[in-house]
Nanobody, 121 residues
């Protein structure tokens, strides 16, 4: 599976962005999908996770109530809707595919290239 993240950009605090993660190959629906982010001088951290069929989602406490992960298997695409953005959300956002339910980076099989999100105050 090859993943391509897009949708990042510069937005003011309080604004919204929707990230997309387009997958190639017919195996997309076999994987749970996750989003991670890495801010400057910080370690990459888990953001959100969704099961292969979209039936279950999990969001990190830092984004709960503001971000929503979703997917459309017919389009081979996962999404991360980000609302009420804060300057501390500034990071490179990565999508990734995993064959089991996990928030650990080391468990993920495939990674996208990342898309930059910058939130100005």
């Amino acid at each position: 599976v090859q993943l391509q993240a897009s949708g990042g950009g510069l937005v003011q605090a309080g604004g919204s962005l929707r990230l997309s993660c387009a997958a190639s190959g017919r195996a997309f629906s076999r994987y749970a999908m996750g989003w991670f982010r890495q801010a400057p001088r910080k370690e990459r951290e888990f953001v959100a996770l969704i099961t292969w069929n979209g039936g279950t989602t999990y969001h990190a406490d830092s984004v709960k109530g503001r971000f929503t992960i979703s997917r459309d298997n017919a389009k081979n695409t996962a999404y991360l809707q980000m609302n009420s953005l804060k300057p501390e959300d500034t990071a490179v956002y990565y999508c990734a595919a995993v064959s089991r339910w996990s928030t650990r980076m080391s468990d993920y099989d495939y990674w996208g290239q990342g898309t930059q999100v910058t939130v100005s105050s």
